[in-house]
Nanobody, 115 residues
Framework: QVQLVESGGGLVQAGGSLRLSCAAS????????MGWYRQAPGKQRELVSS???????NYADSVKGRFTISRDNAKNTVYLQMNSLKPEDTAVYYC?????????WGRGTQVTVSS
């Protein structure tokens, strides 16, 4: 099991940047994959980006070139650097950890991008 706590959300103008952090309660180097999902009002939760234990990354087409996922194993933390933010990036962002066949979620952090 693992507990995940997100931070770093907030209100930003279009074109601005934010960095989200996801602190895990255990060592992350052995976690199969960690990632960020988001859910906007009235929409389904969608994958934004993920990173595997081997360091492979994956991005949604809508954020490629603007968002960067990274991790610091020493701090048991995964980051999502978000640049050139757009109003359509507004959502609650959730941290996710996949361990074997189980998914673990944080409570989410709100990101609001004003036009």
């Amino acid at each position: 099991q693992v507990q995940l706590v997100e931070s770093g959300g907030g209100l930003v103008q279009a074109g601005g940047s934010l960095r989200l952090s996801c602190a895990a309660s255990r060592r992350i180097f052995s976690i199969d994959a960690m990632g960020w999902y988001r859910q906007a009002p009235g929409k389904q939760r969608e994958l934004v980006s993920s990173i595997t234990s081997s360091g492979s990354t994956n991005y949604a087409d809508s954020v490629k070139g603007r968002f960067t996922i990274s991790r610091d194993n020493a701090k048991n933390t995964v980051y999502l650097q978000m640049n050139s933010l757009k109003p359509e990036d507004t959502a609650v962002y959730y941290c996710n950890a996949k361990i074997t066949f189980d998914d673990y979620w944080g409570r989410g952090t709100q990101v609001t991008v004003s036009s």
